[in-house]
């Protein structure tokens, strides 16, 4: 396992060391920049640093939430895994271990990603733990092919693959396809899709999507499952996808609802040009974990 960062180094660069550090700490932050397939714009590997970075500016009073979270629950952040000499199987490998670490280390593990094929090691992990764990997905993409580039472990089939797994799997946000992916959508009963377009005009699809998730769910979020308004630095951006605000309504009540026992955002690829993406997801993390710590998830 990766040594923890300092407190001025790590989510939030939080002033009082004893709210980073890993004793006082509930939450673990690990980031994992692992690129392998990338198949647009690469540069995700520079992701999980990018959001810790601009952690930094984050403020630490919620005023949605009228609490300072890391005070509640201490945030302590790992230093990078590295991913020299693995790939594909090796490297989810590598992953799935460290998670497992942490979480029989008691931590609540938050995971900053890469490519998406990382959340594959991390839904290994907490599977092993909770055997009635489903998936929630935000993404733009169902990311459900078989293989990508003859590659199973691919970004583009890391969903297929933990579909193997019989996890039970709710997609948020879907609005770029292949014909294979929707074909497997239908066949399955196990995979829920709510596509963008659905999702404009209504809350109505938030609790009939929660509904279909058991109780202890895993929670990915690919950055671009929302609006390349709010994230445009991304692998491989889609027009339509979900504004902030519509975002964090359903993570709140995902997180009134469900037992999110652990979550990760994945695929930013920083941009020299401004740092809108790397921003928006520093702080949806550290909105998530004001939503999980009022409802006593953490």
């Known amino acids: 396992m990766k040594p923890v960062l300092i407190a001025e180094e790590g989510f939030l660069a939080v002033p009082e060391t004893e709210f980073a550090d890993w004793n006082n700490s509930r939450v673990v932050i690990q980031q994992i920049p692992y690129e392998h397939t990338s198949s647009y714009i690469s540069g995700s590997d520079k992701g999980p640093a990018a959001i810790v970075e601009a952690s930094h500016y984050v403020e630490f009073y919620d005023e949605e939430l009228d609490q300072e979270t890391y005070k509640k629950t201490g945030i302590a952040t790992l230093d990078a895994m590295d991913f020299k000499g693995l790939a594909n199987e090796t490297a989810i490998a590598a992953i799935e271990q460290q998670t497992t670490e942490l979480l029989?280390?008691?931590?609540?593990?938050?995971?900053?990603?890469?490519?998406?094929?990382?959340?594959?090691?991390?839904?290994?992990?907490?599977?092993?733990?909770?055997?009635?764990?489903?998936?929630?997905?935000?993404?733009?993409?169902?990311?459900l092919r078989d293989s990508y580039q003859g590659n199973k472990y691919s970004h583009a089939s890391v969903m297929a693959r933990v579909h193997d797994l019989g996890i039970p799997l709710v997609q948020v946000g879907i609005r770029a396809q292949c014909a294979e992916e929707s074909a497997l959508i239908k066949a399955s009963d196990n995979i829920h899709t709510w596509y963008a377009h659905?999702?404009?005009?209504?809350?109505?699809?938030?609790?009939?999507?929660?509904?279909?998730?058991?109780?202890?769910?895993?929670?990915?979020?690919?950055a671009d499952g929302f609006d390349?308004?709010?994230?445009?630095?991304?692998?491989?951006?889609?027009?339509?996808?979900?504004?902030?605000?519509?975002?964090?309504?359903?993570?709140?009540?995902?997180?009134?609802?469900?037992?999110?026992?652990g979550f990760d955002i994945v695929e930013i690829a920083?941009?020299?040009?401004?740092?809108?993406?790397?921003?928006?997801?520093?702080?949806?993390?550290?909105?998530?974990?004001?939503?999980?710590?009022?409802?006593?998830?953490?």
């Open 104 to 143: 029989d280390a008691g931590k609540y593990v938050v995971s900053l990603g890469a490519e998406h094929t990382v959340t594959l090691g991390f839904v290994q992990a907490f599977h092993k733990k909770y055997p009635d764990l489903s998936v929630i997905q935000i993404d733009a993409h169902s990311d």
């Open 198 to 222: 659905n999702l404009w005009d209504n809350d109505v699809w938030i609790n009939s999507c929660i509904d279909k998730l058991s109780d202890h769910v895993y929670l990915t979020i690919d």
């Open 228 to 261: 390349p308004s709010v994230t445009p630095a991304v692998g491989t951006a889609e027009p339509g996808g979900l504004t902030w605000t519509q975002g964090c309504k359903f993570l709140r009540r995902l997180a009134e609802r469900k037992k999110v026992v």
């Open 270 to 298: 920083p941009r020299e040009i401004d740092i809108i993406t790397e921003f928006s997801m520093a702080k949806l993390c550290y909105k998530i974990l004001g939503y999980l710590e009022i409802n006593n998830r953490i």
